[in-house]
């Protein structure tokens, strides 16, 4: 048996969402499932060989992201060959980074950004990328 996580990430416009993710990471869309109210539920989205989901943020079902809980208490954190234009990409798209990103001395080109919708993100590579 193999096992596979995914992070689903709650947002508040699914849509805006999988634009912005688009764009600021190059992530490609690869599903999109919208309920009859037209609310997605379930989008999946690839980023190199990683994936990640998101939806809609639906009160009723405990579904809450983090603009609406005032903030997230989850870094996501992903390897990028360059995490400085990469986070560049997120401020210029509406994001805002929290800690610039830079070589550190654990050997990593690393710092931290928060997207539009809340989520927190910790962008790193190799030293001098």
């Known amino acids: 048996m193999t096992s596979e996580l995914t992070p689903k990430l709650l947002v508040a416009d699914a849509d805006a969402a999988i ?3 688009t764009k600021a990471l190059g992530a490609a ?6 309920d009859d109210q037209g609310r997605v539920t379930h989008a999946e989205l690839s980023l190199g060989t990683a994936a990640f989901a998101l939806a809609q943020s639906v009160d009723e ?11 997230s208490p989850v870094l996501l954190m992903i390897d990028l060959p ?24 654990y050997g990593k080109r ?9 989520h927190l993100w910790v962008l790193s ?3 001098g990328s």
């Open 29 to 34: 869309l690869t599903s999109r499932v919208a």
């Open 82 to 105: 360059d995490p400085a234009a990469t986070a560049d990409r997120v401020a210029q798209l509406g994001g805002a980074i929290v800690i610039p990103v830079e070589d550190r001395s």
């Open 61 to 71: 079902w405990g579904w809450h992201d983090p603009l609406s809980m005032g903030g």
């Open 125 to 127: 590579g190799d030293a």
């Open 110 to 118: 690393q710092g931290r950004v928060k997207d539009p919708f809340g």
């Open 19 to 21: 634009d912005f993710y």
